[in-house]
């Protein structure tokens, strides 16, 4: 049995930032993650010569934590301000990139941190004080305190089939938080598409609502878009006949003025919040006698990158205050 101070469900933005910061501090963590990647929704594809990011597609900073974060990255030339304007934006803020890619946020947090990639935690069990954590590798891993942060909906179902009895407040908040699913197409072109400069347009209410020229991102050598569609489950369902698929493919060449050769795909059932919590982290064990349990990720103070990252730091600075 592995034993840490800090077992982190999560190796998202917002798991990577939390872990870097009890690091920090000397509090030995552990990060578990069920994809086989780090960065969640900092995610990207590599196919056919191209490469795109395949989730979050840029970021802003407002927060100076986020932002003296930021400026380090742009100090070592691991993000750049792509632009800070563009056809049907409605501010100004600079939009940020990760270079070469966006998970390049996360694989800087967790590059001396411990993490098990594609490991699900089946169940979680208090006993004496402590958490014990079941993997899908017939591991288990005790720790003194526990930081979830996969989104609200995984994090209650796991709660609640773990049989853990927290304070019904804490299940009614994580309940009545909602995501938006997307559905995102990477796709390589015969020609470079006609987008404007800077290469992203977003559409509203329409059934696209993101395209970006990955080429004048200058993440892609070879002409490729990133697609993005809002889709509901049962519209996701209903794509399997590809339909769907087809209507968003012969949409985006309207667009981008170059026919799509080669593509990928990837459904998110949890895309966006759509309704979040104000405060940046929640105290999951409070009202009960359950060792340290805290709750982080997008949904908490913002439903953007940034927010991961300043829930992750919350939650490591509760945990902190914990140990100190």
């Known amino acids: 049995m592995q034993h840490v101070d800090v077992l982190i469900i999560g190796a998202g933005l917002a798991g990577c930032s939390a872990g870097e910061s009890l690091l920090n501090h000397n509090i030995s963590t552990q990060i578990v993650e069920k994809s086989s990647s780090l960065g969640g929704r900092l995610a990207n594809k590599r196919f056919g010569g191209a490469c795109f990011d395949s989730g979050a597609q840029f970021f802003t900073a407002r927060d100076d934590q986020f932002k003296n974060f930021i400026n380090d990255c742009i100090n070592e030339g691991t993000v750049e301000e792509w632009y800070s304007n563009f056809p049907g934006s409605k501010d100004r803020y600079p939009r940020y990139r990760g270079i070469p890619l966006m998970n390049t946020l996360a694989k800087k947090l967790s590059k001396n941190l411990e993490i098990k990639l594609e490991k699900t935690v089946i169940r979680l069990t208090e006993k004496q004080g402590f958490w014990f954590t079941d993997l899908s590798d017939n591991t288990q891993i005790k720790s003194k305190a526990l930081i979830l942060t996969a989104p609200a909906p995984q994090t209650l179902d796991l709660i609640q089939k773990s049989n853990i009895q927290i304070d019904s407040s804490i299940s009614n908040i994580l309940a009545s938080i909602s995501y938006e699913s997307c559905f995102a197409i990477m796709a390589i ?68 003025g170059a026919k799509i050769i080669k593509y990928q795909s990837h459904f998110w059932r949890y895309s966006k919040p759509k309704t979040t919590y104000k405060q940046r982290c929640l105290v999951g064990n409070q009202k009960t006698s359950l060792p340290p349990l805290f709750i982080a990720g997008d949904a908490m103070g913002g439903p953007r990158v940034e927010g991961a990252f300043l829930s992750g730091r919350s939650a490591a600075e509760l945990v902190i205050k914990y140990f100190n």
């Open 189 to 256: 072109l015969k020609d470079p598409s006609i987008l404007p400069p800077p290469g992203a347009v977003s559409f509203n209410g329409q059934l696209i609502n993101w395209i970006s020229d990955n080429q004048q991102k200058g993440i892609s050598k070879i002409p490729s878009v990133t697609i993005h569609a809002n889709l509901d489950l049962d519209e996701k369902i209903n794509f399997e006949d590809k339909t769907l698929e087809k209507s968003i493919l012969n949409e985006a060449e309207k667009h981008t």
